[in-house]
């Protein structure tokens, strides 16, 4: 059984992530005024090809209510080579991404957060502490969710509430290490 990170790390500050858009970012120079969603994603699994749509509208959801999301890829292109920044570039071009896509080129930032698979989700909030961390939902399937974790979490914080639930198990495909 997969075990969650149940503490959050001293400092979730990334910066020097190359970019689809071809520069180099920084959570700072990304973040939103309310929240940041950080979801750790690979171009190749499947789980994470369910969720797409689903991320795109989150991020046009949110955005009004000073909350961004931001795609990062940990998985090793010499391992997985549909990882590489080329292929991530053709896939957020051929999905028409409306979010930030950033290559995590050695894994330090996925394993800085505790992630451990496709897709994993990090809120993160305005003072840049770990708020939520773990699934996006329930289901692989949009027309079966029972819960939603995610959006759930960023509408606690943006309301100001405590989280209601803090942390789920992530599920997905193994990140290539």
Not at 32 to 54: L, S
Not at 88 to 107: C, H, I, W
Request: with cysteine.
């Amino acid at each position: 059984m997969m075990t969650t990170r149940r503490t959050a790390p001293s400092t979730v500050e990334f910066e020097g992530l190359r970019g689809v858009d071809g520069r180099n970012h920084s959570l700072s120079s990304l973040a939103g005024a309310r929240a940041t969603v950080i979801v750790f994603i690979g171009n190749g699994c499947p789980t994470v090809r369910g969720y797409e749509d689903r991320l795109m509208a989150m991020t046009s959801a949110w955005r009004s209510s000073g909350v961004e999301l931001v795609a990062i890829n940990p998985n090793n292109a010499s391992l997985s080579p549909s990882d590489t920044l080329a292929q991530m570039v053709n896939r957020s071009t051929m999905q028409a991404y409306n979010f930030p896509y950033l290559k995590d080129e050695d894994g330090a930032v996925a394993r800085k957060y505790g992630a451990v698979c496709t897709p994993h989700a990090f809120v993160v909030d305005s003072a840049h502490r770990i708020a939520y961390h773990g699934r996006i939902d329930d289901s692989r399937m949009g027309n079966t969710i029972t819960s939603r974790d995610l959006e759930n979490a960023v509408a606690d914080l943006v309301a100001s509430r405590p989280i209601t639930t803090s942390a789920t198990e992530p599920f997905g495909c193994t990140i290539v290490w």
